[in-house]
T-cell receptor, first 114, second 112 residues
Framework: DGGITQSPKYLFRKEGQNVTLSCEQNLNHDAMYWYRQDPGQGLRLIYY???????QKGDIAEGYSVSREKKESFPLTVTSAQKNPTAFYLCASSMGTGTMDTQYFGPGTRLTVL | ELKVEQNPLFLSMQEGKNYTIYCNYSTTSDRLYWYRQDPGKSLESLFVLLSNGAVKQEGRLMASLDTKARLSTLHITAAVHDLSATYFCAVDRRASGSRLTFGEGTQLTVNP
């Protein structure tokens, strides 16, 4: 089955620790994205990558870092510099960034910082 | 800066009734998406609207796009309980590649 997987589903961390969220896709999509969702709000773009070994900041990149060493994988690190990291994190991918390229979303990781 | 506004933000309706959710956006775009999110779940793609006057229908949901008015609508016909969810519109900032700006979402509750 083709799709996007995110792990873990739930993540608890102490304040001041860095954490890495996994995102893998087997859809052969070129573009991948990370979004953050806070309760009762829409999604906000953290980082995106259009091709391997390249990525760009989104609207709220401060306190986050990413890498794109393989086409299938786009891990997100939430660093201790992120002031309010507790949120629902969603990874998405699309075939490219062209007109017909819908973004498809993974199941999400709910991060709680204690 | 692109702003996307949905209204209403909360909608409670009875089964069998019709209603429309509105999505206004502030700058030029001709690509708009509608997504559905069930509580605690991810987003499911519903519609992609790519040009002025585009209309798409799936079951009891119909979406349209008016790029001149910078407005998209999601019309619900004869609502059923299974449609209860949060609906998001998202507008593509094409000049920057595929970067979506999402509305706040409309939380729809369909009561028996």
């Amino acid at each position: 089955d083709g799709g996007i997987t995110q792990s873990p589903k739930y993540l608890f961390r102490k304040e001041g620790q860095n954490v890495t969220l996994s995102c893998e896709q087997n859809l052969n999509h070129d573009a991948m994205y990370w979004y953050r969702q806070d309760p009762g709000q829409g999604l906000r773009l953290i980082y995106y990558s259009q091709i391997v070994n390249d990525f760009q900041k989104g609207d709220i990149a401060e306190g986050y870092s990413v890498s794109r060493e393989k086409k299938e994988s786009f891990p997100l690190t939430v660093t201790s510099a992120q002031k309010n990291p507790t949120a629902f994190y969603l990874c998405a991918s699309s075939m490219g960034t062209g007109t017909m390229d819908t973004q498809y979303f993974g199941p999400g990781t709910r991060l709680t910082v204690l | 800066e692109l702003k996307v506004e949905q209204n209403p933000l909360f909608l409670s309706m009875q089964e069998g009734k019709n209603y429309t959710i509105y999505c206004n956006y502030s700058t030029t775009s001709d690509r708009l998406y509608w997504y559905r999110q069930d509580p605690g779940k991810s987003l499911e793609s519903l519609f992609v609207l790519l040009s002025n006057g585009a209309v798409k229908q799936e079951g009891r949901l119909m979406a349209s796009l008016d790029t001149k008015a910078r407005l998209s609508t999601l019309h619900i016909t004869a609502a059923v309980h299974d449609l209860s969810a949060t609906y998001f519109c998202a507008v593509d900032r094409r000049a920057s590649g595929s970067r979506l700006t999402f509305g706040e979402g409309t939380q729809l509750t369909v009561n028996p």
